[in-house]
Structure formats: structure tokens, C-alpha cells
């Protein structure tokens, strides 16, 4: 069974940094792509920054600069590290695992930033 277990949300005020992981269970990360992406109130999820199973990176234009994916394959984990948060950064932030047809996300993780 794959599991995908977000953790390190919270609410931050403006300017603050925080670090979202999400922990894979089930499946051998270091062969996805793996992504974060985010869904404000009443808005469609939108990708955030995706990191390819050689390493790649690419981020929404709206965070380039001040947040970071990364990875650890060995700890099947992959990180957000989010610095200077924008009230407008404040969303659910979700984990996905995409590779060929399979498609896993995790139940999310909240993100309030206040200003």
C-alpha cells in the first residue's frame, strides 16, 4: 500500500521560513517524479515545484527564489524548504508521486501565513 505522510505545516508569520516533508511508503521515490503542490480556498491545486527521479527541479514562477525541493532517497522522503512566506503562500500544501500511470498524493498539509 503506498502512503504519502505530509508533515511540518503551520502557521508562520510573513517573511518566515518553514519546511514541509512528506515521508513514501510503498514505493521506491528515487523512480518518481515527485511534486508539492497547493490549493488555496476556493482556488484549483496548483503546482508548486516538482524534482524528477535524476534530480531536475522546476517551481511555479511564483515561489522561484524562495522555495526549494529537494530529496533524500535513502530516508524515501522528499522537502520543501519555503523562506520569505508570502501571506498568499498560505494554502494546503500536497505531496504527489507521479510515475507512468501511477499517480499518489498524500492528505495534505496546512500552510498559514499571516501577515
Known amino acids: 500500500q503506498v502512503q504519502l505522510v505530509e508533515s511540518g505545516g503551520g502557521l508562520v508569520q510573513a517573511g518566515g521560513s518553514l519546511r514541509l516533508s512528506c515521508a513514501a511508503s510503498g514505493i521506491i521515490l528515487g523512480i518518481y517524479v515527485m511534486g508539492w503542490y497547493r490549493q488555496a480556498p476556493g482556488k484549483q491545486r496548483e503546482l508548486v515545484a516538482r524534482i524528477t527521479n535524476i534530480g531536475s527541479t522546476n517551481y511555479a514562477d511564483s515561489v522561484k527564489g524562495r522555495f526549494t525541493i529537494s530529496k533524500d532517497n535513502a530516508k524515501n522522503t522528499v522537502y520543501l524548504q519555503m523562506n520569505n512566506l508570502k501571506p498568499e503562500d498560505t494554502a494546503v500544501y500536497y505531496c504527489?508521486?507521479?510515475?507512468?500511470?501511477?499517480?499518489?498524493w498524500g492528505r495534505g498539509t496546512q500552510v498559514t501565513v499571516s501577515s
Open positions: 504527489n508521486a507521479f510515475r507512468f500511470t501511477n499517480d499518489y
